[in-house]
């Protein structure tokens, strides 16, 4: 779950960058401030340059993670990559896709192979959240099996969401948050007791 702002006690670790990527209203800002603030946007679309959010989640162990979201401009189907710079920085990637929009899902999947050929690590968190679940069904809509074998077939976590319950959006953050910061495994060096030795 998302933490209430001004709350940093306890707070783990590093802050982890997330870039938060998708199609043109595919709602990927209206995610985030639902998610973070509780915030309703606006009715009238207004296109995203680039933005960033912060937020303190709360992983499925517990302990409080601080993430930095990059919100991305949204991708059309001439501009189908995200800059080069966002791989650089990224240790996780939300990725988003309007349900009730079928380009906005083609459109995913050429920004999941865009980060398969640029990300900078090998293992890099990424969860998939079909937006405007409300509006599954509408014409032009995204089937739901096809969207499920795919994620499937590329290893990744699907949610579908929607922006009037927030309740579905924290847990997928909250899964996101957990696999960024790992729980650390005990070494597996033996333990070297200093002591004095005595004397015969």
């Known amino acids: 779950m998302f933490l209430p702002r001004g709350v940093n006690r306890h707070v783990m670790g590093r802050t982890s960058r997330v870039v938060v990527a998708g199609a043109r209203q ?3 800002t209206s995610i985030l401030e639902k998610a973070i603030y509780a915030n309703s946007t606006a009715e009238k679309y207004i296109p995203t340059v680039e933005d960033t959010y912060v937020g303190i989640v709360e992983t499925e162990r517990g302990t409080r993670e601080k993430l930095r979201f990059y919100d991305t401009a949204g991708l059309d189907a001439q501009n189908r990559t995200l800059p080069q710079h966002y791989h650089a ?3 996780g990637y939300v990725l988003v896709y309007s349900v ?12 999941k192979k865009d980060i398969d050929r640029h990300k900078e690590k090998k293992d890099v968190p990424i969860i998939i959240l079909g937006n405007k679940s409300d509006l599954a069904g509408s014409s032009g809509a995204v089937d739901e099996g096809t969207a499920v074998r795919w994620a499937a077939a590329e290893r990744l976590r699907l949610w579908h969401v929607n922006t009037v319950d927030r309740n579905l959006l924290l847990e997928p953050f909250m899964n996101l948050a957990s696999r960024l910061n ?16 005595n004397k015969d």
Request: aromatic share 6%; glycine share 6%.
């Open 26 to 28: 595919s709602g990927k």
């Open 89 to 91: 920085l990224a240790d």
């Open 100 to 111: 009730a929009d079928s380009l906005s899902f083609q459109l995913l999947q050429d920004i």
């Open 182 to 197: 790992p729980q650390q495994s005990k070494t597996s060096f033996p333990q070297l007791h200093m002591g004095r030795k």
